[in-house]
């Protein structure tokens, strides 16, 4: 089957979408986001002449199904931390109070994978932060909470396509049930941050005391929920970017690393390392 190839780039690059096509010699009206749908090309060789071209002019190559719609998925799962929100947020609090880089750095080698165990990684980051005012949470929600490019455009267009919204995060409730209401998210997990006397007790666990939500424990709420409403996991969109978002990743018919580490890329059906979150309007025709 012939594939189409859906060119993409960061909002506001359009020039670079325009100097890519005049490389290859090929015409395209660039659409929302800022994407050009191209057909009839041969994809090993285009690859082998251009791909190190694209990813210079950053520039997304997306072969796509030409009959992929929408309406073709039943369910919609992303990641929070670096997904749909520009920002980690333990890190961000860490910063706050003097502690970002030796959490900084615990977060990063975790999504990287080259820390294999999110469990530990995050009880360990989470007990540096014992004795901090939980002030510092909501300082966090007033002024630091902002979406990446694209999420309220891709949040309309699932809405509007009646698609359930999960947001499944490593993260806290105390920052999640926030992003929920404020975007629409239908329903949402994550882990239990401790705070007594208003303080943070440094200790962390997943919800109502369970075990920390972690890869495993986003993809077994996902599946549950897909389960409990008839939905098949080929009828499944998820995007993420770090390790911990590997099974959920793997297990959708549709799912994008979105601007992810680079173990993570393989995992996924799609990676987006320039589109906007509504970059993946871009790859249905209708």
């Known amino acids: 089957m012939k594939l189409d190839l859906v060119l993409?780039?960061?909002y506001g690059h359009e020039s670079n979408l325009e100097k890519f096509l005049?490389?290859?010699?090929?015409?395209?009206?660039?659409?929302e986001p800022c994407a050009?749908?191209?057909s009839g090309l041969n994809k090993e060789e285009f690859e082998r002449l251009y791909k190190e071209r694209a990813r210079a002019l950053q520039v997304d190559l997306c072969w796509v199904d030409p009959h992929?719609?929408?309406?073709?998925?039943?369910?919609f799962a992303t990641d929070?931390?670096?997904?749909?929100l520009?920002?980690?947020?333990?890190?961000?609090?860490a910063t706050f109070v003097g502690k970002g880089e030796e959490i900084s750095r615990i977060t990063e080698l975790t999504m990287q994978g080259k820390i294999r165990n999110y469990a530990e990684s995050l009880t360990a980051r989470v007990k540096l932060m014992a004795g901090v005012d939980a002030s510092v949470v909501d300082r966090l929600i007033k002024f630091h909470i902002k979406p990446n490019p694209g999420a309220e455009a891709m949040v309309s267009a699932l809405k509007k396509a009646g698609i359930p919204m999960l947001l499944v995060s490593g993260g806290f409730s105390c920052v999640t049930n926030v992003v929920k209401e404020r975007y629409g998210f239908t329903h949402v997990i994550s882990n239990e941050l401790e705070i007594v006397d208003g303080k943070l007790t440094g200790r962390v666990?997943?919800?109502?005391?369970?075990?920390?939500?972690?890869?495993?424990?986003?993809?077994s709420y996902v599946s549950a929920f897909a389960l409990q409403h008839g939905i098949e996991l080929s009828e499944l969109i998820t995007m993420g970017d770090g390790s911990n978002d590997i099974p959920?990743?793997?297990?959708?018919?549709?799912?994008?690393?979105?601007?992810?580490k680079a173990a993570v890329r393989p995992h996924a059906k799609y990676a987006f390392d320039f589109a906007p979150l509504s970059g993946l309007l871009a790859l249905f025709k209708n």
Do not use: C, Y
């Open 8 to 10: 993409q780039t960061k």
């Open 205 to 219: 666990t997943g919800p109502f005391g369970t075990p920390i939500i972690d890869g495993r424990g986003k993809i």
């Open 80 to 84: 929070m931390d670096s997904t749909f």
């Open 86 to 93: 520009n920002l980690e947020t333990l890190d961000e609090m």
């Open 36 to 38: 050009v749908r191209l």
């Open 68 to 75: 992929l719609s929408l309406s073709n998925f039943k369910l």
């Open 248 to 260: 959920m990743l793997e297990a959708a018919g549709l799912s994008i690393a979105w601007h992810a």
């Open 22 to 31: 005049k490389l290859i010699g090929r015409k395209g009206k660039i659409q």
